[in-house]
T-cell receptor, first 112, second 112 residues
Framework: QQPVQSPQAVILREGEDAVINCSSSKALYSVHWYRQKHGEAPVFLMILLKGGEQKGHEKISASFNEKKQQSSLYLTASQLSYSGTYFCGTPGAHQGAQKLVFGQGTRLTINP | EPEVTQTPSHQVTQMGQEVILRCVPISNHLYFYWYRQILGQKVEFLVSFYNNEISEKSEIFDDQFSVERPDGSNFTLKIRSTKLEDSAMYFC??????????FGPGTRLLVL
């Protein structure tokens, strides 16, 4: 079952903030965040492994609420380079070589 | 920094033909994956591979698909008889410990 992301698309001016949400109907043990620019591979941003965990990458941070089965990605003072589609991925049930099940993506456009 | 590489970057083939997509995972990684992304859609899991065997496969990965690790460095995806709906971007990914996955640049496959 794929996680659900919201919003589907965001348009910002450079310097503005955004929040992207990822929620799941089943228990979450970890959440992986990726950014994909048009025509390129998804690039790993961060992984959150524990409930309550927060992490940061540049001015991008994320939180993970295990109880609510959701994660949020925060982009502060956005830069043009942040444009792209953001995917959250959650591991499948299988142990070991865990596949990632991705949400449908959130397209972020940063305008000057 | 080590990265996953894939060849070819683009492949055009006729329906019914066989194609082999090649990947060189990051050298000390143990888990390997193939994903695909139809244009404008989310990234979908195809298959995971560990210890020289398939760990898990999706319903997309039917008898027309196979994977192989013919030597210590390459990881291949073969599609025996391509269909129009196989047209997509195919990403290889690798992981050291089955958690964080690093994606290659992808092979864009077009079936005519």
């Amino acid at each position: 079952q794929q996680p659900v992301q919201s919003p589907q698309a965001v348009i910002l001016r450079e310097g503005e903030d955004a929040v992207i949400n990822c929620s799941s109907s089943k228990a979450l043990y970890s959440v992986h965040w990726y950014r994909q620019k048009h025509g390129e591979a998804p690039v790993f941003l961060m992984i959150l492994l524990k409930g309550g965990e927060q992490k940061g990458h540049e001015k991008i941070s994320a939180s993970f609420n295990e109880k609510k089965q959701q994660s949020s990605l925060y982009l502060t003072a956005s830069q043009l380079s942040y444009s792209g589609t953001y995917f959250c991925g959650t591991p499948g049930a299988h142990q070991g070589a865990q596949k990632l099940v991705f949400g449908q993506g959130t397209r972020l456009t940063i305008n000057p | 920094e080590p990265e996953v590489t894939q060849t070819p970057s683009h492949q055009v083939t006729q329906m019914g033909q066989e194609v082999i997509l090649r990947c060189v995972p990051i050298s000390n990684h143990l888990y390997f994956y193939w994903y695909r992304q139809i244009l404008g859609q989310k990234v979908e899991f195809l298959v995971s591979f560990y210890n020289n065997e398939i760990s898990e496969k999706s319903e997309i990965f039917d008898d027309q698909f196979s994977v192989e690790r013919p030597d210590g460095s390459n990881f291949t995806l073969k599609i025996r008889s391509t269909k129009l709906e196989d047209s997509a971007m195919y990403f290889c990914a690798s992981s050291l410990a089955g958690a964080t996955q690093y994606f290659g640049p992808g092979t864009r496959l077009l079936v005519l």
